[in-house]
Structure formats: structure tokens, C-alpha cells
């Protein structure tokens, strides 16, 4: 039975990515929506310049591409930041699942 790193007990169902323990709102609030904005709509001042903000329009999201998008996250592309190195990737995941979530609306 291999240990978890991330846990003082082997393996507790909570157990999985490091995370920062902060929430998926806090997250997106702190790192994301002066961009995309609170909605994943984009803020109206960007968009404009770049209609791809408005997280509606991403295939990679409406095809449920979950590895693709956490890439997209992590690295980054075009004028889109990456965030491998500011935030755990138990955060990402987080994120991942949230601009799903804002995708829909
Ligand atoms: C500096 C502005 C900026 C910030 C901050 C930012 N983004 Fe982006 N993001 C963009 C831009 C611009 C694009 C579109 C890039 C393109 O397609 O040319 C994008 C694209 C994306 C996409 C991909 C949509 C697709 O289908 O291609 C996702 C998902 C995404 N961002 C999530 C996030 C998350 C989560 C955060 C916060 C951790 C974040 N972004 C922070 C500007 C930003």
C-alpha cells in the first residue's frame, strides 16, 4: 500500500493533490476573474479584444476535455497565463471543475 505523501495517515479518503485549502470561489475571485470575470463571461473592458475570455465559447469545455483544460491552466497559451507555479495543483483541479461549471451557465 503506497503512502500519501500529502497526509499524516496512509491513504484517508481525503486524501489526494495538494491544495492550498482555499475554495474554488476564493481561487477563481483571487487569479481568474479580473479576466474572465466572476461569471466566466469575461470583463466587458477585455473582451472586446479577446472574445475567447468568455468561457461559453470554449470547445475544450463544452467537450468536457478536463486534461486539456487543466493544461491549458497550468502552462498557459497566448494571452492566457499559466499557473503551475502560483498554485498547488490540488487548486488547479479545483479550477478545472469550476470553469466547468461556469461554462454551463
Ligand atoms: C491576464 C488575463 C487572464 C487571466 C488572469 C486568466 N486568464 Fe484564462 N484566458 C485568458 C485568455 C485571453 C484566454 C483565451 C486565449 C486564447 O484562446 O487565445 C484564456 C483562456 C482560458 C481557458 C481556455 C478556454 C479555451 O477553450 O481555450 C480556460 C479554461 C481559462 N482561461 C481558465 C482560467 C483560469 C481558471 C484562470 C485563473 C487561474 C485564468 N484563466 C486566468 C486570459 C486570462
Known amino acids: 500500500m503506497s503512502a500519501c505523501v500529502t497526509c499524516?495517515?496512509?491513504?484517508?479518503?481525503?486524501?489526494?493533490?495538494?491544495?492550498?485549502?482555499?475554495?474554488?470561489?476564493?481561487?477563481?475571485?483571487?487569479?481568474?476573474?479580473?479576466?474572465?470575470?466572476?461569471?466566466?463571461?469575461g470583463v466587458p473592458a477585455r473582451r472586446g479584444l479577446d472574445p475567447r475570455l468568455d468561457l461559453r465559447r470554449s470547445e475544450m469545455l463544452a467537450a468536457n476535455d478536463h486534461g486539456l483544460v487543466f493544461q491549458?491552466?497550468?502552462?498557459?497559451?497566448?494571452?492566457?497565463?499559466?499557473?503551475?507555479?502560483?498554485?498547488p495543483r490540488g487548486d488547479i483541479e479545483l479550477l478545472v471543475e469550476l470553469a466547468a461549471e461556469l461554462a454551463k451557465r
Open 8 to 41: 499524516p495517515t496512509s491513504r484517508p479518503p481525503s486524501c489526494g493533490s495538494p491544495r492550498s485549502g482555499l475554495s474554488a470561489n476564493v481561487l477563481w475571485s483571487e487569479h481568474c476573474a479580473v479576466c474572465h470575470g466572476a461569471d466566466g463571461r
Open 72 to 87: 491549458r491552466i497550468a502552462y498557459g497559451y497566448a494571452a492566457m497565463p499559466g499557473f503551475a507555479h502560483k498554485l
